[in-house]
């Protein structure tokens, strides 16, 4: 088979003081924190649609980045090419996991009967690749915003033969995620929101969505999909007003629609900083709530404002979410995938690397941090003390409802002024700079 990265070898773990730009200096997947390896906790998948389809292209110009596997003049020749050049990099950088939407690995033909057709010979061949390397799928998806026929959204469409053409897409698109194996099946809503009022029934397409989404559920255990469905929430881009605004508003949405015993969230750092949130206020709301799935590892750029899908490098963001990660128990189903893409003018294969390893590294910190803060239980101390009445009498009086609004009045009359204490931010601040 051709060798498509020749220039690296399989990278491995050299500890913190190499300077191999090649190897992992945190990253050891067999290194076992709290009672699991590394690779366990952490469970990093590579993106095929950014590492091996994204070629640099931006709103002002066009692609940047040469590949050797799209050598070709054949569409299917690229995507077989691709197929067996990503499998390459998975291997050598040390991912257990992938993830694809469905035309990323297999190119849309004139009719959906032939574009499935190519995907089967594509997915065959995963398969192979799949069981030859060890290599599992972490999630699949399909795109159904890319396609000019979905410039008004898919499930959200004005047009019921558009929802019929988003239906049978992920109707395909689930049956070869389940053909893989794969762990979780993702619905990020590219195109459903709106743009103007003036041409949109708000009502219908939050419909229209809610019964796409049934669809998907019966249609999953129609075909015995054990995968766990994931809502990739992000609040606008391509559209002003994306429906699955943020984790809250995707909860109010499953609640309403009864759904919400079937999806969990899939939470993209930068798409949590679009909707003005910290990436960890997103991951503490959904283990909160009991529906954290999966995370898609990146970050953003608070100057430019919109989804520049930059692989993580921020420890202090990395050692929060891993802390908030582990508190929930860990990932089961899901895990980090880097939903990231290298910078327009990395230009260089082994810049695919360089993004990944650091990626890895920042992670592989974060975790260990995170460990460490969790057995010292420094902050667990200090949140306790702050809740602490809860758990004296006239917390447990006000839980369990015995006392009411009269009684409640009756103790401040009795009791004067309450006490108020410090939230000792800043201190708390000065413990989580002594875990980096
Ligand atoms: C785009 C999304 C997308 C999803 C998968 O902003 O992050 O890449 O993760 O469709
Ligand atoms: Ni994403
Ligand atoms: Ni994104």
Do not use: A, M
């Given at each position: 088979m051709t060798e498509y990265f020749p220039e690296v070898k399989k990278v491995k773990y050299e500890g913190p003081d190499s300077k191999n730009p090649l190897a992992f200096k945190y990253f050891d997947a067999s290194e076992v924190v709290l009672g699991k390896t590394m690779a366990e906790h952490l469970r990093f998948a590579s993106c095929y649609w950014h590492t091996f389809k994204n070629l640099g292209q931006d709103q002002f110009g066009g692609n940047t980045i040469i590949r050797n596997y799209n050598d070709s003049s054949d569409p299917m020749k690229v995507a077989d090419m691709t197929l067996e050049a990503a499998f390459e990099f998975f291997t050598k950088i040390g991912v257990d996991f992938w993830c694809f939407h469905d035309r990323d690995i297999a190119p849309e033909a004139d009719t959906l009967a032939e574009t499935n057709k190519r995907l089967d010979t594509i997915v065959a061949k995963a398969k192979k690749l799949q069981a030859d390397t060890g290599m599992k799928l972490l999630w699949g998806t399909t795109n159904a915003f890319s396609h000019r026929r979905f410039l008004a959204g898919a499930g959200t469409n004005p047009s019921p033969a558009i929802f019929a053409y988003a239906a049978s897409q992920i109707k395909k698109a689930m049956e070869i995620t389940k053909e893989l194996g794969g762990e979780g099946y993702v619905f990020w809503?590219?195109?459903?929101?709106?743009?103007?009022?003036?041409?949109?029934?708000l009502k219908m397409e939050l419909d229209h969505l809610a019964l796409l989404l049934q669809m998907a559920v019966d249609y999953k255990k129609k075909i015995g999909f054990k995968g766990q469905l994931y809502i990739e929430p992000k609040p606008k881009e391509p559209t002003k007003h994306q429906y699955d605004f943020d984790a809250g508003n995707c909860l109010a949405f499953l609640q309403k629609y009864d759904l919400v015993d079937y999806f969990k969230m899939n939470i993209e750092a930068n798409h949590a900083t679009l909707a003005s949130h910290d990436f960890c206020h997103e991951l503490a709301f959904c283990t909160a709530n009991n529906f954290l799935g999966s995370v898609d590892a990146n970050r953003g750029d608070l100057l430019l404002?919109?989804?520049?899908?930059q692989f993580p490098s921020n420890i202090y963001e990395t050692t929060m979410a891993m802390y908030i990660i582990l508190k929930s128990g860990g990932f089961t189903t899901g895990g980090l995938n880097f939903d990231a893409h290298v910078r327009r003018q990395s230009i260089d294969p082994v810049d695919l690397f360089y993004a990944h390893i650091g990626g890895m590294d920042v992670f592989a910190r974060g975790l260990k941090n995170a460990a460490k803060m969790i057995e010292e239980k420094t902050f667990d101390k200090a949140v306790a003390d702050r809740y602490k009445g809860w758990s004296e009498e006239l917390g447990k009086n006000i839980e369990s409802k015995k006392f009411g609004f009269e009684e409640l009045e009756a103790y401040i009359i009795k009791n004067g002024e309450p006490k108020v204490q410090s939230g000792k931010q800043e201190l708390l601040e000065n413990y989580l700079n002594s875990y980096i």
């Open positions: 809503g590219g195109r459903e929101g709106y743009d103007t009022l003036l041409n949109t029934d404002g919109w989804d520049t899908d």
